[in-house]
Every structure is written in C-alpha cells, then in structure tokens.
C-alpha cells in the first residue's frame, strides 16, 4: 500500500477483535525491507509502527513471541512432557532438556534463514509421530529389559528435535526476520522458545513435587496414564495431519 506521510508513529488496529478470543500476528515489511512484527490481542488490539525501531525493540518482540509460541504449542508442549515422564534421574533430565535445546536450536535456525527446505505438513505429522514414540516409551518403561531409549534419552530427545526445530522454524519464517536485525530476531526467538520451555518444566517439576508430597499416589500408574493419554492425542493428530496433505 501506499500511505501519504508513511505508517511511522501510525496506529494498526484489528476492528472488532476486543469481541474474540482471537489473537493475530501482524507483519508490517516497508519498501526498504525493514520488518516489525507484533502480536494482536482482544486485550490490546492494536500497536504503533515505529519510524525506525532499534535492535532492542526488534529482540522484545522476538522474544515474546517465541515465549508465545512454545507455550501456545500444545503438541511441543507434550512432546517434553513426555520427556520429563521418560526420565526420573535429575542429571540426566538436564542432559535430555540440553540435547533437545541444543538440536532444535539448529534446525530453528536453518528453517528460518531458508537452508532446509522442507514442507511444513509432512514435518507436523512426523511431529506428533515424534510424541507417539516417547508416549509408548513412557509406558514400556516399566519392563526390566534396558533399550537404548532407556539408557540414552538424551539421544532420543536430540533426534526429534531436529524435527521439532523445523516446526519451529517454519512459525518463524511465516512471520518474518527483519533484514536488518536478522541474528537479533533469530537469537532471541530461540531464546524465548527455550525461557518458555523451561518455565513449562519448571511448572511441572514443581507440580509434581507439591501432589507427591500431600497425597500418597501410585507413580507409576499414573506415568502409564499420562503415557497413554498423550500416545492417544498424538495419534489423533497424525491421522488429521496426513489427512491434509494426501
């Protein structure tokens, strides 16, 4: 569009969104290539494009919605619940969440600058494949025999985080990298997708602590439980998944 006197210092706004339960991501790329993104909410239904707005300013809005992202995405979220199900070691907890940073980070990174070109529907279906697996290994984890799973979460949690780094970068690209602070945005994105992993985990942790103590309850029934609750959902996912690309 064209806008006599730019959009500089100008209000975008979503007509009727404060009736909705809808939130909406507005990407605003000016004639010289640089890009503002930010998150519309019925709470606050609109923002002030800025004249030229710093590296500061680009880096809190990645970040924010790489907090949003990962705490709004429900199939990642349960893909680390079932890790933290998966191991009770507390040091080997800190591996598995380090491989899984460490692996996504790299294809996040990848997806994003247009490296690895892969389409996003497959990746999606293989995701909640990717959960299916380690629902099944949370519920087979009663069985004496030791397998690798069992042995090396780690490496389990670091393949499939190849895969979900895709899925995170694909959100990414969708949105956009400003062209002037393309490493700012990229950086704190991951950053804000692992601020909000760890406070999932964090919650969890501490959940789970607080019920073990005030009620006496069978762990491993309900490990089985959540394993089986959580193998279902991704199960109904894949099947809707491959549906749309078949």
Not at 160 to 174: D, I, M, P, W
Request: overall charge neutral.
């Amino acid at each position: 569009m064209r806008c006599p006197g730019g959009l500089a210092h100008r209000e975008v706004s979503i007509d009727g969104l404060s009736g909705t339960f809808t939130d909406v991501v507005v990407r605003v790329e000016s004639a010289d290539g640089a890009v503002q993104a930010a998150r519309l909410t019925p709470d606050s239904p609109s923002f002030t494009v800025a004249a030229a707005p710093t590296w500061v300013e680009t880096a809190r809005t990645y970040f924010l919605l790489g907090v949003e992202h990962i705490l709004l995405g429900i199939d990642h979220l349960l893909f680390v619940l079932a890790l933290l199900l998966l191991v009770r070691d507390v040091w080997m907890l800190v591996k598995v969440i380090t491989a899984f940073t460490v692996a996504h980070s790299i294809t996040l990174a990848l997806a994003a600058l247009g490296w690895a070109q892969i389409p996003q529907a497959p990746v999606e279906a293989v995701i909640a494949l990717s959960i299916m697996f380690v629902a099944a290994e949370v519920v087979r984890q009663t069985r004496p025999e030791s397998d690798l799973t069992k042995r090396m979460p780690w490496l389990v949690a670091f393949a499939f985080g190849l895969l979900h780094g895709l899925g995170f970068g694909g959100a990414l690209k969708e949105i956009g990298l400003p062209q002037s602070d393309v490493p700012a945005a990229l950086l704190t994105f991951n950053l804000g997708v692992e601020a909000g992993q760890l406070l999932f985990v964090f919650t969890v942790v501490g959940v789970s602590t607080l019920v073990r103590r005030v009620f006496s309850l069978d762990r491993s029934w309900i490990r089985t439980a959540a394993g089986y609750g959580i193998g279902s959902l991704a199960a109904v996912w894949f099947v809707q998944r491959v549906a749309l690309f078949l």
